[in-house]
């Protein structure tokens, strides 16, 4: 089992920047990949970010490449979304969520690929 908690969502004006945060616990850290994805209202999740449990790989929408940095710091058992230059249409509700298999060697970009889902962070950009 793993508890994912969201942080460091809310409210920025379009061209700001926000770090979002997501604790883990329940199981080695440093064992399984992570991902991040966002829901807006009336719509489906959808995948942003993810990275390899060994940190190495990263994978992004292309929506957000070049804007987003997914990270993990394996000591705090925490993985982060650094969202830069935000846009209205980031608005949404942000997830993470974690891979149920240790030392995956293919990260998964579809919500299909994660077992453990966090309860979400509400991000909201004004014009």
């Known amino acids: 089992q793993v508890q994912l908690v969201e942080s460091g969502g809310g409210l920025v004006q379009a061209g700001g920047s926000l770090r979002l945060s997501c604790a883990a616990s329940g199981r080695t850290f440093s064992n399984y990949a992570m991902g991040w994805f966002r829901q807006a209202p009336g719509k489906e999740r959808v995948f942003v970010a993810a990275?390899?449990?060994?940190?190495?790989?990263?994978y992004y929408a292309d929506s957000v490449k070049g804007r987003f940095t997914i990270s993990r710091d394996n000591a705090k058992n925490t993985v982060y979304l650094q969202m830069n230059s935000l846009k209205p249409e980031d608005t949404a509700v942000y997830y993470c969520a974690a891979d149920g298999s240790d030392y995956a060697s293919v990260v998964s970009l579809h919500r299909d690929g994660y077992d453990y889902w966090g309860q979400g962070t509400q991000v909201t950009v004004s014009s």
């Open positions: 990275i390899s449990w060994s940190g190495r790989s990263t």
